[in-house]
Structures are given as C-alpha cells and as structure tokens.
C-alpha cells in the first residue's frame, strides 16, 4: 500500500493527515511533503493527522523526528492525532512522541491549540 499525504495550511499551524504506510518505501514522501512547512518561520505547530495511518516503521518515526527536531529548533513541536492502536504502541515503545503531545482525535488537538493559545493572550505562556 502506499503512502497519502494531505496538507491543509493555517497561519502558524499545519495539519497534515497522513494515511497508509509510512515505511522504508514511502518515507522519503512525508519527508518531501515537510520540507515547505519546516522551512517556514511562520509554522510553529505540526498537528500530524494519523487516523488513516495503518503501519509505521523505523523510517516512518526517523522522518516524525526529523519534524520533530526541525520545529523545536524554533519554539514549535509537532502533534499527533488519532493513532491507530499499532500506531500508538509502537511510539509509546520508542517513546517517539510524549505522551502529553498525542490526542485521541483532531478535535482533541485543536482544544488544546486554543486553549494554549488563551493562555499567551492572557498573558500566561508557560506550558
């Protein structure tokens, strides 16, 4: 099976819903899809949309790393919502992604982004 990439832009965030295998054959794929977003100053979250993902393997969590390190060099960090079961096992065991930064669904992840973002307007930015 192969790989689907969707971007949907925003203004300092980038949902990207990503569907099928992210492997050894498809991950140079995310990797190309990224580059514009990690390369923008203005994208300071990644919320990565993985309810139609179906397999991960080591190239697939070098490449969320790789996202990972390029927005956390700048302030930003990289979310993900709706991991399949497998999905969410496989970085729970390769600690890929903290916890804190994993949603059950895109709304999940959105509340989160709003709430955080309350918090700057008020004054409050600390995490």
Same mark, same amino acid.
């Given at each position: 099976m192969s790989l689907l990439i969707d971007l949907q832009p925003g203004a300092d965030s980038q949902r990207v819903t990503v569907s099928g295998r992210l492997d050894t054959h498809t991950y140079d794929q995310l990797d190309q899809a990224l580059v514009p977003t990690l390369a923008d100053g203005g994208v300071t979250t990644l919320v990565l949309d993985l309810g139609g993902l179906e397999y991960i393997?080591?190239?697939? $969590?070098?490449? $969320?790393?790789?996202?990972r390190k390029a927005l956390a060099a700048r302030?930003?960090?990289?979310?993900?919502?709706?991991?399949q079961p497998q999905i969410r096992k496989v970085f729970d065991m390769v600690k890929a992604v903290p916890m804190n930064e994993i949603f059950a669904s895109t709304e999940e992840a959105d509340a989160y982004l709003d709430a955080m973002q309350r918090k700057v307007l008020q004054g409050d930015d600390e995490d």
């Open positions: 393997s080591s190239a697939g $969590i070098r490449s $969320i790393f790789k996202a302030g930003g960090r990289v979310l993900v919502a709706n991991p």
